[in-house]
């Protein structure tokens, strides 16, 4: 009898088992060939729990996963956060791996490599293997990577619940998704790349970009946006923050352009001799706006959270004091920076001088609730 019931008790065992982070390289075939892939569980990991879902591209060039993996440190964050990431790879050609954006780049694009087919069998085979919620699965990139997320946005719109494109521009047209989704966009005036105000990229590709203003007049068109490019922040010894809201189905247009840095990952390391901006984190801010979003046209997480409690802050911008509606005097606050670091935690926030804080953009924790705070 204890023989018997010995398997069934270590499979149960097994089933609702906790892990440490874990990297896994895996492959499907789709589209005639093997496509490869790395998946990020995070540290905790549990089979009865349901995930976000965070796909990252790299940029074009010799190196797969490793190279978006290293810059932009999200397997770090999945691990406090609590979200699987998954690295897919171009396909490998003459030595570098691409993907097919549209109008950009070689060689995935004179090849005609379906990317978009291989990210929707990615999803349906992430879906099948994994326990992700459908309805939270987000995508980022930088460079021919970030490039390739806003095709996807326009053809496998119903997917994503939002984009995050780093060092990228919009290459394929024309711009019609499905419904209107979220994206938040950063990069570096710096950058030569893809030049932020448009033109050729400086190297052998010899690629034009268009500017990104004219990009997101086009995107915010479709969106039927009611603010165009609002300035949220400005200081050209840091950087610009820019919005585009009241949009349809809820969508807002985030930009983020540092005056430091060049063709790289803010907040992020340096791949080589490129200079990286030290002004913002670019993941620590796109999981933040992330959170707001699901496949639905309803906003969720932060800011029904906000909506919900009535928390609020004033005076936002702020300059030395924050002040709190509805609260209890019980409350523990924790405000984070833009960097993503804990500047100050504690209780009786009102009764704390922050005047020698930096300018710029902050998060304010309290319990389940956050809110965005501007330094002035």
Not at 19 to 39: E, M
Request: proline share 4%; with cysteine; net charge positive.
């Amino acid at each position: 009898m204890k023989k018997k019931f010995l398997p069934f008790i270590l499979l149960l065992f097994l089933s609702n088992l906790t892990f440490a982070q874990t990297n896994i390289y895996d492959s499907i075939f789709v589209g005639g060939r093997w496509r490869t892939f790395l998946t990020h569980l995070p540290t905790g990991y549990n089979t009865s729990n349901n995930y976000p879902l965070v796909l990252a591209f790299h940029g074009g060039g010799l190196l797969g996963y490793q190279s978006i993996q290293y810059q932009s440190r999200l397997s770090q964050k999945s691990d406090t956060a609590g979200f699987i990431v998954v690295y897919p790879e171009g396909v490998k050609i003459a030595g570098n791996r691409t993907w097919n954006a549209g109008g950009c780049c070689a060689p995935s694009t004179t090849q005609n490599i379906d990317d978009v087919g291989f990210v929707n069998s990615l999803l349906n085979n992430l879906f099948a293997n994994r326990p992700i919620d459908t309805t939270r699965v987000y995508a980022t990139g930088f460079s021919n990577g970030a490039l390739l997320c806003y095709r996807l946005a326009n053809q496998l719109t119903n997917r994503f619940a939002a984009i995050a494109p780093v060092a990228g521009d919009l290459m394929y047209y024309p711009w019609n998704p499905s419904r209107a989704i979220p994206i938040i966009s950063f990069h570096s005036y710096q950058d030569q790349n893809v030049k932020y105000f448009g033109g050729v990229t400086v190297g052998s590709t010899g690629t034009y970009f268009p500017p990104q203003d004219s990009m997101f007049n086009i995107i915010s068109a479709n969106y039927s946006c009611g603010i165009l490019k609002d300035t949220l922040f400005h200081n050209t010894n840091q950087y610009d923050h820019f919005k585009y809201s009241n949009c349809t189905c809820n969508a807002i247009i985030e930009q983020y352009v540092s005056y430091d840095g060049e063709h790289s990952w803010p907040g992020g390391l340096s791949s080589g001799t490129v200079t990286v901006s030290n002004q913002f984190s670019a993941t620590y801010l796109m999981w933040q706006f992330f959170q707001n979003y699901t496949t639905s046209c309803l906003t969720t997480s932060i800011n029904e959270n906000i909506e919900k409690n009535n928390f609020m802050a004033y005076p936002n911008p702020f300059t030395n004091k924050i002040n709190l509606t509805n609260t209890t005097g019980k409350e523990h606050f924790t405000l984070i920076n833009y960097f993503g670091q804990i500047v100050w935690t504690g209780n009786n926030i009102e009764q704390k001088d922050f005047s020698e804080l930096t300018c710029g953009l902050y998060f304010l924790k309290v319990d389940n609730r956050t809110i965005k705070l501007m330094k002035q």
